[in-house]
């Protein structure tokens, strides 16, 4: 009896959509703050850092938002319940495959052990030259 096992695709994770960000958050900070206490215009900014006027504009409209440590927004679009529904029934086949093969690999080395238990028992009953010194000290 051949039995075909299926296996699922791998369902890779999905990013957020957007770029990630070039620079850390506390960069962001640290440059948003020297321009909006006074210390640095936007220009003087920009070629200090080696950054654009634009990246300066949005990390100063990010800080006075208290926007720049959150996280970037993940998918709303309205298939994101089904997306992740299938990604979780994909994973939970991987899995119950997983478990399948591990309980047949138990089983065969289950009756592997069996049989090798019983050939040494069956081979000790016959005297050969290999265990013959075992008799030998028994018959004394």
Do not use: C
């Amino acid at each position: 009896m051949d039995m075909e096992i299926f296996t699922p695709p791998v369902v890779k994770e999905k990013r957020p959509p957007g770029r990630q960000p070039t620079h850390t958050p506390e960069f962001m900070i640290m440059v948003a703050r020297k321009v909006v206490e006074g210390e640095m215009t936007y220009r003087e900014a920009s070629k200090t850092f080696g950054i654009s006027h634009g990246a300066v504009s949005s990390y100063v409209k990010k800080y006075k938002n208290d926007d720049l440590n959150s996280k970037r927004r993940g998918r709303t679009g309205k298939y994101k319940d089904a997306v992740e529904s299938y990604r979780h029934e994909a994973q939970l086949r991987e899995l119950k495959q997983e478990i399948a093969e591990l309980y047949l690999e138990n089983l065969m080395l289950k009756k592997a052990l069996k049989h090798s238990i019983q050939l040494k028992k069956s081979d000790s009953s016959v005297i050969t030259s290999e265990n013959f010194e075992q008799f030998k000290e028994d018959v004394e």
